[in-house]
């Protein structure tokens, strides 16, 4: 650690949900003088478009047979904890293990080449922990949402991830562990006990969406109350994209703009969308959500913590996730509502639209982010403990 610099070693899941919410964190310690590099793989790989070094720790892998492999005991992706409504956590261990599993071997030869002076991942990815102790380094722990925090889940993950550290011959824990939390304290509150890790630090959720160069449209003042849709990417290029087919019907003539994020999927799975709805590819959504009154999605928690630092009423469609931190935390605490894909329509895009209660609440939660440590301040405080 020369100068004072260290070497911090940033570990993602495949999957820009899992990437997206660590690039602040890894642009405060850059910005700081560290040096940042990721170890990671298939669509994470875009941490190299915001401008970081990053290692694929898979290269040519297809990571779609790795997180949904076929079940003979599953009737359809439905029944699988990639898009389960409330998976177990021991459904969440066994599908994280394979997932992590995967990249053991190529995040120990990152590691190898590059020794790190400090690790980040987030609780999902086992790899990363395991490369703590391997190298015997402090880890780092951004949780990404409420799914990842119990302490039943991790300790489901070290078992499934055994054999992993044995053939490596790693033994022991990482000599610390810092968790860290983006959820503002009012949605803390509303967890179950096992998931609040109340030792972790309070960090400020930023959103990073990836860069773009805008789009007309979206520099322009909506001519209407305009809402955003989307099932984020991993779904939303699985398929999953056909379930918005009846929101599309319902948006015929009612009185508001709609932008449907593709994130790769099929547009003609929705079948003939009316003309106030406007169907682009990506967009960055906190840019998207600046224009917007509401928002409707996947209960994903990048996007609803995106929306809650735009202070925006949300509905999710509890499906089509396994992150589904908003379906339980968004109506408890006032700031969303639920609705089923197969009903969801006019009545709800009206309720997100004009309840005044939801919107203050959103506002109160926006506020309570704000609150919250920036990165720039979270890097400061854990370089100063760890040091």
Same mark, same amino acid.
């Given at each position: 650690?020369?100068?004072?610099?260290?070497?911090?070693?940033?570990?993602?899941?495949?999957?820009?949900?899992?990437?997206?919410?660590?690039?602040?964190?890894?642009?405060?310690? &850059?910005?700081?003088?560290?040096?940042?590099?990721?170890?990671?793989?298939?669509?994470?790989?875009?941490?190299?478009?915001?401008?970081?070094?990053?290692?694929?720790?898979?290269?040519?892998?297809?990571?779609?047979?790795?997180?949904?492999?076929?079940?003979?005991?599953?009737?359809?992706?439905?029944?699988?904890?990639?898009?389960?409504?409330?998976?177990?956590?021991?459904?969440?261990?066994?599908?994280?293990?394979?997932?992590?599993?995967?990249?053991?071997?190529?995040?120990? /030869?990152?590691?190898?080449?590059?020794?790190?002076?400090?690790?980040?991942? $987030?609780?999902?990815?086992?790899?990363? &922990?395991?490369?703590?102790?391997?190298?015997?380094?402090?880890?780092?722990?951004?949780?990404?949402?409420?799914?990842?925090?119990?302490?039943?889940?991790?300790?489901?993950?070290?078992?499934?991830?055994? $054999?992993?550290?044995?053939?490596?011959?790693?033994?022991?824990?990482?000599?610390?562990?810092?968790?860290?939390?983006?959820?503002?304290?009012?949605?803390?509150?509303?967890?179950?006990?096992?998931?609040?890790?109340?030792?972790?630090?309070?960090?400020?959720?930023?959103?990073?969406?990836?860069?773009?160069?805008?789009?007309?449209?979206?520099?322009?003042? $909506?001519?209407?109350?305009?809402?955003?849709?989307?099932?984020?990417?991993?779904?939303?290029?699985?398929?999953?994209?056909?379930?918005?087919?009846?929101?599309?019907?319902?948006?015929?003539?009612?009185?508001?703009?709609?932008?449907?994020?593709?994130?790769?999927?099929?547009?003609?799975?929705?079948?003939?969308?009316?003309?106030?709805?406007?169907?682009?590819?990506? /967009?960055?959504?906190?840019?998207?959500?600046?224009?917007?009154?509401?928002?409707?999605?996947?209960?994903?928690?990048?996007?609803?913590?995106?929306?809650?630092?735009?202070?925006?009423?949300?509905?999710?469609?509890? &499906?089509?996730?396994?992150?589904?931190?908003?379906?339980?935390?968004?109506?408890?605490?006032?700031?969303?509502?639920?609705?089923?894909?197969?009903?969801?329509?006019?009545?709800?895009?009206?309720?997100?639209?004009?309840?005044?209660?939801?919107?203050?609440?959103? &506002?109160?939660?926006?506020?309570?982010?704000?609150?919250?440590?920036?990165?720039?301040?979270?890097?400061?405080?854990?370089?100063?403990?760890?040091?």
């Amino acid at each position: 650690m020369a100068g004072g610099s260290m070497r911090v070693l940033f570990v993602t899941s495949p999957g820009l949900g899992h990437l997206f919410p660590t690039i602040p964190l890894a642009q405060a310690f &850059r910005a700081a003088g560290h040096r940042v590099r990721y170890a990671t793989g298939g669509l994470s790989l875009a941490a190299a478009e915001a401008g970081f070094d990053v290692v694929d720790v898979t290269p040519g892998l297809d990571y779609l047979p790795v997180y949904l492999p076929q079940e003979p005991e599953a009737d359809g992706p439905g029944d699988h904890p990639m898009f389960a409504e409330d998976p177990e956590d021991a459904e969440l261990a066994t599908l994280f293990a394979r997932v992590s599993g995967v990249m053991v071997d190529g995040v120990l /030869a990152a590691a190898r080449d590059w020794p790190p002076d400090l690790v980040v991942a $987030p609780p999902l990815q086992a790899a990363g &922990r395991l490369v703590a102790a391997a190298s015997r380094t402090s880890l780092i722990e951004p949780r990404l949402g409420s799914y990842d925090s119990g302490a039943r889940l991790k300790s489901l993950l070290r078992a499934g991830m055994e $054999p992993h550290w044995a053939r490596c011959g790693v033994t022991g824990e990482p000599p610390r562990t810092i968790p860290l939390t983006t959820l503002p304290p009012s949605l803390t509150d509303l967890l179950p006990e096992d998931r609040r890790t109340p030792d972790a630090r309070p960090l400020r959720y930023v959103p990073y969406n990836g860069g773009a160069v805008l789009p007309d449209w979206l520099s322009e003042p $909506p001519r209407l109350p305009r809402i955003a849709v989307t099932l984020g990417t991993i779904e939303a290029q699985w398929g999953g994209i056909a379930i918005l087919g009846p929101l599309m019907e319902a948006a015929r003539g009612f009185d508001a703009e709609f932008v449907v994020t593709l994130g790769g999927g099929d547009p003609a799975l929705l079948g003939e969308v009316p003309p106030n709805v406007r169907l682009v590819d990506w /967009a960055p959504l906190d840019l998207l959500l600046d224009t917007c009154a509401a928002v409707v999605h996947h209960g994903g928690s990048g996007t609803m913590l995106t929306a809650a630092a735009a202070g925006l009423p949300q509905c999710v469609i509890p &499906r089509g996730s396994y992150q589904q931190t908003g379906a339980d935390l968004l109506p408890a605490r006032g700031i969303g509502i639920v609705a089923d894909f197969e009903t969801l329509g006019a009545a709800e895009c009206r309720t997100l639209l004009k309840d005044a209660g939801l919107r203050e609440n959103a &506002r109160r939660v926006q506020a309570e982010m704000l609150a919250m440590p920036a990165p720039a301040e979270t890097v400061g405080r854990l370089v100063e403990s760890i040091g």
